[in-house]
């Protein structure tokens, strides 16, 4: 079984609408990370969480909320889903950073295609 | 604000030949990561270099990471088909594990 889980796989939701995206892990890892990707752009941060009591703004945060319902499982909203949201979205995990040597490798879960119409 | 950058963002080649990717980044960091990406597919690890000078081989994949030209390379031996996909380099704060992504270099090895 995958050690991190996205459901659902594939979205396709209409502007305005209210949409969840989920994550679970079984992989025992403190931190979790939501991110999109956007043709040419790279992966872009949105939020992560080092703990279930600890959430953080990324990089593109905007128009987006989350929550941390337990160590292995977080969830991303769209409150208000508007075309321009329409992406690959990836969550991922790290272990608690463990000092310089420390790898703090990010394990990518397979994605959500979400399509706002 | 940390910038990554990858270059070229487009790489056709014919197997058999070697070639180079290049990330550059704008910030000290302590560490570089790789990873390839399949068509429709998720992210995989390839490689993670914490220190200046760190080289890391993995068949015909070689990684290298010089942090005074806040420089990493991923050089490609003896290109085969399967190594077609997407690589990115990614780039971890010194203060914790937030990753900031280059935008990602297409590799197409032809036959």
């Known amino acids: 079984d995958a050690d991190v889980t996205q459901t659902p796989r594939n979205r396709i939701t209409k502007t305005g609408k209210r949409i969840m995206l989920e994550c679970s892990q079984t992989?025992?890892?403190?931190?979790m990370y939501w991110y999109r990707q956007d043709p040419g752009l790279g992966l872009r941060l949105i939020y992560y969480s080092f703990d279930v009591k600890d959430i953080n703004k990324g990089e593109i945060s905007d128009g987006y909320s989350v929550s941390r319902q337990a160590q292995a499982k977080f969830s991303l909203s769209l409150e208000s889903a508007i075309p321009n949201q329409t992406a690959l979205y990836f969550c991922a995990t790290s272990e608690t950073s463990g000092g310089v040597y420390s790898t703090d490798t990010q394990y990518f879960g397979p994605g959500t295609r979400l399509t706002v119409l | 604000e940390l910038k990554v950058e990858q270059n070229p963002l487009f790489l056709s080649m014919q197997e058999g030949k070697n070639y180079t990717i290049y990330c550059n980044y704008s910030t000290t960091s302590d560490r570089l990561y790789w990873y390839r990406q399949d068509p429709g597919k998720s992210l995989e690890s390839l490689f993670v270099l914490l220190s200046n000078g760190a080289v890391k081989q993995e068949g015909r994949l070689m990684a290298s990471l010089d942090t005074k030209a806040r420089l990493s390379t991923l050089h490609i031996t003896a290109a085969v088909h399967d190594l077609s996909a997407t690589y990115f380099c990614a780039v971890g704060e010194t203060s914790g594990s937030r990753l900031t992504f280059g935008e990602g270099t297409q590799l197409t090895v032809n036959p």
């Open positions: 992989k025992g890892h403190d931190r």
